[in-house]
């Protein structure tokens, strides 16, 4: 790997939304991937803990958004975990495809309830 595509410090956990959904973010990397024709993709990788025992209390949607330097959205994607498929904990890999030259400057981590 490219340690210049490695984009780690460009995540930010809304860890109060993590509270509200009970659960917490571990291990979170994140990396970007160049396309010759300028566009790009923004991969976060992680795990997902409930913050008690080994279930989800509530399906949880995880949400990856990635801003440019202007604070425009330019791109998002997100990975549902279902209560019922979910045991202790479980990694995911979410990508976000970016359609503009536009760098990334923040990439948003957060949970939500659907």
């Known amino acids: 790997m490219n340690p210049k595509n490695d984009v780690t410090q460009l995540i930010e956990r809304l860890e109060a939304f993590e509270e509200r959904c009970e659960i917490r973010l571990e291990a979170l990397f994140a990396?970007?991937?160049?396309?010759?024709?300028?566009?790009?993709r923004v991969g976060v990788n992680g795990e997902l803990h409930p913050n008690e025992g080994t279930n989800l209390k509530q399906e949880i949607t995880l949400r990856v958004d990635v801003y440019d330097k202007a604070g425009r959205l330019i791109a998002r994607g997100d990975?549902?975990?279902?209560?019922?498929?979910?045991?202790?904990?479980?990694?995911?890999?979410?990508?976000?495809?970016?359609?503009?030259?536009?760098?990334?400057?923040?990439?948003?981590v957060y949970p939500t309830i659907p």
Do not use: C, H, W
Request: negative net charge; without cysteine.
């Open 31 to 40: 990396i970007m991937v160049n396309y010759d024709d300028g566009d790009y």
């Open 79 to 108: 990975e549902q975990f279902l209560r019922e498929d979910f045991f202790g904990f479980r990694t995911f890999s979410i990508d976000a495809m970016v359609r503009t030259t536009e760098k990334p400057s923040k990439i948003r």
